[in-house]
């Protein structure tokens, strides 16, 4: 069974950083892309930033662009997202989703929260 | 920058009825890359649909999914009580990944 279960999320001042991680196991991690999408409280969901399974290669929200950074530790099955600068709008739950055929997001954790406030 | 937008914002229904939800796209889109979600209060999303038509493992037959372009449609077939739910469209096209705001569907 495919489980994905995020960690990290809290509450953190604006301006501050915090680091979320997705624990996968049920299947082979290091072959499929994987995503970060968020959703502010009573909001849509947003996606976030992605990365490929083997070659690294990264993609980000404009929203987010040059504040976090998208990783992966292929040995250890997670996935990582460093949140720097943050702010108040960056208030949301945080999942993280696995890339399936078609690009469709197949797996989904269960999320973390992410508050920015002071 | 593509955007989806997900027509109505909330549909009111009763169980057993047909629902149709719509999402429209400010450009040409690849039907390939065409993905739709439902989400519960409380849960993450699930697939139903992926590649506009393609329903995902364990999904229902009552949900379907058409359109091509501009335009793609989901289709409930017949309401059953657990289907009460927002549903989302995404789209796949240049490294990005974009959502549709969500049409609600509730119980009328």
């Known amino acids: 069974e495919v489980q994905l279960v995020e960690s990290g999320g809290g509450l953190v001042q604006p301006g501050g950083s915090l680091r979320l991680s997705c624990a996968a196991s049920?299947?082979?991690?290091?072959?499929?892309?994987m995503h970060w999408v968020r959703q502010a409280p009573g909001k849509g969901l947003v996606w976030v930033s992605r990365i490929n399974s083997d070659v690294y290669s990264t993609t980000y929200a404009d929203s987010v662009k040059g504040r976090f950074t998208i990783s992966r530790d292929n040995a250890k099955n997670t996935l990582y997202l460093q949140m720097n600068s943050l702010r108040a709008e960056d208030t949301a739950v945080y999942y993280c989703a696995r890339g399936g055929v078609s690009a469709a997001l197949d797996s989904w954790g269960q999320g973390t929260l992410v508050t920015v406030s002071s | 920058e593509i955007v989806l937008t997900q027509s109505p914002g909330t549909l009111s229904l009763s169980p057993g009825e047909r629902a149709t939800l719509s999402c429209r796209a400010s450009?040409?889109?690849?039907?390939?890359?065409l993905a739709w979600y439902q989400q519960k209060p409380g849960q993450a999303p699930r697939l139903l649909i992926y590649g506009a038509s393609s329903r995902a493992t364990g999904i229902p037959d009552r949900f379907s999914g058409s359109g091509s372009g501009t335009d793609f449609t989901l289709t409930i077939s017949r309401l059953e009580p657990e289907d009460f739910a927002v549903y989302y469209c995404q789209q796949y096209g240049s490294s990005l990944l974009i959502f549709g705001g969500g049409t609600k569907v509730e119980i009328k």
């Open positions: 049920g299947f082979t991690f290091s072959s499929y892309w």
């Open positions: 450009q040409s889109v690849s039907s390939s890359y």
